[in-house]
């Protein structure tokens, strides 16, 4: 699958930058006992490290808002999906249980404190995909069955039209327990270097095959 970032997104942030992982021979199912209890344990120690911390002063949460606001969304009314995770937290709204993919994406995306997206690679139109940024009219029905615009918004694109954003992602592409294989995309802070990134990719890709077997290759686009 080649995967490429749009000219009009790198002219806004030269160093924007895009994990991909892509896994084969994955199981998803319900989430075992130890990733549940994780899951929770770390949110209720994220929720008493942040009682007197602004969300807003963590780094990455920092050069995504910027990100989006360069794209032309106003990060105030559409948070990034990190910083939105964080805000649950912060307000005891812990994210509950899904599927093993969905959970273990949502852990990763608070530890590492940025956006990451799980697709269905089924569900992915064609074998190439473009982050850009959505169009005029471009909108999707997003995985909480709300019709989302995408106008201005960073966006991820297959042969069909948008499928994912760092914002909030499709039920098109959506990863469920009939899932056998799936793209992963880690929106990385553009501060971020290569091999930094690199070593990122191979933890977490690492965490992600030892819940659901298979296999996995990455690479920093």
């Given at each position: 699958m080649e995967i490429t970032i749009d000219s009009t997104l790198k002219s806004i942030e030269p160093n924007v930058k895009v994990g991909v992982v892509t896994y084969k021979g994955i199981t998803v199912?319900?989430?075992?006992?130890?990733?549940?209890?994780?899951?929770?344990?770390?949110?209720?120690?994220?929720?008493?490290?942040?009682?007197?911390?602004?969300i807003t002063d963590i780094p990455a949460i920092q050069e995504w808002r910027k990100l989006f606001k360069s794209a032309g969304t106003d990060p105030n009314?559409?948070?990034?999906?990190?910083?939105?995770?964080?805000?649950?937290?912060?307000?005891?709204?812990?994210?509950?249980?899904v599927n093993s993919a969905v959970d273990m994406n949502n852990f990763l995306s608070l530890q590492y404190q940025i956006p990451l997206g799980i697709y269905d690679r089924n569900k992915v139109a064609g074998d190439r995909i473009t982050i850009s940024i959505g169009s005029e009219h471009a909108s999707y029905t997003a995985i909480n069955e709300r019709e989302i615009s995408l106008s201005n918004k960073i966006?991820?694109?297959?042969?069909?039209g948008p499928f994912g954003s760092p914002y909030v992602?499709?039920?098109?592409?959506?990863?469920?327990?009939?899932?056998?294989?799936?793209?992963?995309?880690?929106y990385l802070q553009p501060s971020m270097g290569k091999d930094e990134a690199l070593k990122l990719l191979n933890a977490l890709s690492t965490m992600f095959t030892q819940i659901h077997g298979g296999e996995a290759t990455f690479d920093v686009i």
């Amino acid at each position: 699958m080649e995967i490429t970032i749009d000219s009009t997104l790198k002219s806004i942030e030269p160093n924007v930058k895009v994990g991909v992982v892509t896994y084969k021979g994955i199981t998803v199912g319900d989430s075992p006992q130890m990733l549940k209890g994780r899951l929770q344990l770390f949110q209720e120690s994220l929720y008493f490290d942040f009682t007197d911390k602004k969300i807003t002063d963590i780094p990455a949460i920092q050069e995504w808002r910027k990100l989006f606001k360069s794209a032309g969304t106003d990060p105030n009314r559409y948070r990034p999906s990190n910083e939105a995770l964080f805000r649950r937290v912060q307000k005891q709204q812990f994210v509950g249980t899904v599927n093993s993919a969905v959970d273990m994406n949502n852990f990763l995306s608070l530890q590492y404190q940025i956006p990451l997206g799980i697709y269905d690679r089924n569900k992915v139109a064609g074998d190439r995909i473009t982050i850009s940024i959505g169009s005029e009219h471009a909108s999707y029905t997003a995985i909480n069955e709300r019709e989302i615009s995408l106008s201005n918004k960073i966006v991820s694109l297959d042969s069909e039209g948008p499928f994912g954003s760092p914002y909030v992602d499709s039920k098109r592409t959506s990863v469920t327990t009939a899932t056998k294989a799936a793209v992963h995309l880690i929106y990385l802070q553009p501060s971020m270097g290569k091999d930094e990134a690199l070593k990122l990719l191979n933890a977490l890709s690492t965490m992600f095959t030892q819940i659901h077997g298979g296999e996995a290759t990455f690479d920093v686009i």
